[in-house]
């Protein structure tokens, strides 16, 4: 398939990107060139297999929850860079 110069341009102003002649005739022929490697694929027969969303099984690996002992409210006011009556000392968010 071979791109022409005004859907290069026509790409171009969808991105909002500046290109000149020049970039024009290269991109128009880089884009040709990639879309001819896809065309490769209409050749290959799918048709024995089954349609995906991902060509590897995916499955979730979560480790099991477990109780365990937190810090103490004194070993985390420790930990802080600042405090202030009992309270860790953040910088204002919104003034």
């Known amino acids: 398939m071979t791109i022409s110069k005004e859907q290069v341009q026509h ?5 909002r990107i500046e290109i ?6 290269i991109l128009a ?8 490697h896809f065309e490769a694929l209409e050749d290959v027969d799918t048709k024995d297999i089954a349609p995906t969303a991902h060509p590897a099984p995916l499955r979730n ?5 477990e109780v365990e ?17 009992g309270l860790i000392r953040v910088r204002a968010v919104l003034e």
């Open 61 to 65: 690996i979560m480790r099991t929850d």
């Open 29 to 36: 022929s880089q884009l040709s060139d990639i879309l001819e």
């Open 69 to 85: 002992d937190s810090l103490s409210k004194e070993d985390v006011l420790q930990l802080a860079p600042e405090t202030e009556d």
């Open 11 to 15: 790409l171009a102003k969808l991105a």
């Open 20 to 25: 000149t002649d020049s970039e024009v005739r």
